[in-house]
Each structure stands twice: as structure tokens, then as C-alpha cells.
């Protein structure tokens, strides 16, 4: 089946099973390999993405569900200044100063999480902590995952 959608703003036309999951499309047809694989069953949030602006595991939508979606992943939310500079997202700028990553594998789900929170705040009634439930990291005990997302709070994002 040929699917078409856009990703970071990009436009994407590939051919794969209906039920593949976004995941393997993202990661092997896209070569957007930025979102990892953590779990494959929807547990662990390694894989999230945010898919035509709700947060979604990759791993658990097949990737027929995703045609002529808009889908966002941790690739683009850095953006370009006009004298080529590469600029992280703030969110991703706290991850790195706050020491937010270690292993790497929860970080990307963990950032998206987080700049859907940003965005979106009233959609987790409970604050920072409900809204990152749903991501599992195995190697930072979250104190520094938590004083990232303060940090980027505080700083604002670029939308």
C-alpha cells in the first residue's frame, strides 16, 4: 500500500504493509531514526511521536492510520537560524544542560512528551509528572528529566 504523509513538515510517499507499524516506517523507509524502538508494546513511550498534534507510541499505530497525517519527530524540532546555526528546541536545549539523557533511548519520546506538554498544557490536568507518564527511563531516576522540563518551561518554546 502506498502511504503518503508529512513528517516535519516534508512530504513522504512510501510503500508498506498496511499494518506495519509507524515505527518501522519512520526509522527503516524514512531514515528518521532519531524515535526509538523500546518496547513494541506501547509500554515504555521510546517511540513517541506526536501525530496530527496528539501524542501517539509509534510502535502501536500501523502505519496505514497514518496516511495524511501530519507527524513530528524529535529531527524536527530543532530549526535552523538564518545564518545556518542549528538551534535546539528548548526542551531539547534543557536536556542537554540539565543532564536530562544518559542511555538515550526514553530521550526522544521523553522530548516529544515534553513539547506537547509545552503546547499543550491543560491536557495534563496534573502537570509535568502526568504528563510524561507515560515514557519509562531506566537510567536517570527522572530528577534530571523533570529539572529539564522546568528548565524549558520557564524558557518558552519557539511556536
Known amino acids: 500500500m502506498t502511504i503518503r504523509m508529512t513528517i516535519n513538515g516534508r512530504?513522504?510517499?512510501?510503500?508498506?504493509?498496511?499494518?506495519?507499524?509507524l515505527l518501522d516506517v519512520l526509522r527503516e523507509s524514512c531514515r528518521l531514526?532519531?524515535?526509538k524502538y523500546g518496547c513494541g508494546e506501547g509500554e515504555c513511550g521510546a517511540c513517541t511521536v506526536i501525530m496530527n498534534d496528539e501524542l501517539v507510541m509509534s510502535c502501536m499505530v500501523p502505519v496505514m492510520q497514518a496516511g495524511g497525517a501530519e507527524i513530528e519527530t524529535v529531527e524536527g524540532l530543532a530549526r535552523v537560524a538564518e545564518n545556518g546555526e542549528e538551534i535546539l528546541h528548548p526542551v531539547q536545549q534543557a536536556f542537554l544542560e540539565c543532564g536530562g539523557a544518559q542511555c538515550g533511548i526514553c530521550t526522544p519520546g521523553m522530548v516529544m512528551a515534553g513539547v506537547h506538554h509545552l503546547r499543550h498544557p491543560?491536557?495534563?490536568?496534573g502537570g509535568l509528572r502526568e504528563a510524561l507518564e507515560g515514557n519509562l527511563c531506566r537510567c536517570t531516576g527522572y530528577s534530571a528529566i523533570f529539572r529539564a522540563m522546568e528548565q524549558a518551561a520557564k524558557t518558552g518554546h519557539p511556536e
Open 11 to 21: 512530504e513522504y510517499e512510501t510503500d508498506a504493509h498496511p499494518m506495519m507499524p
Open 33 to 35: 531514526t532519531g524515535t
Open 122 to 125: 491543560d491536557r495534563a490536568p
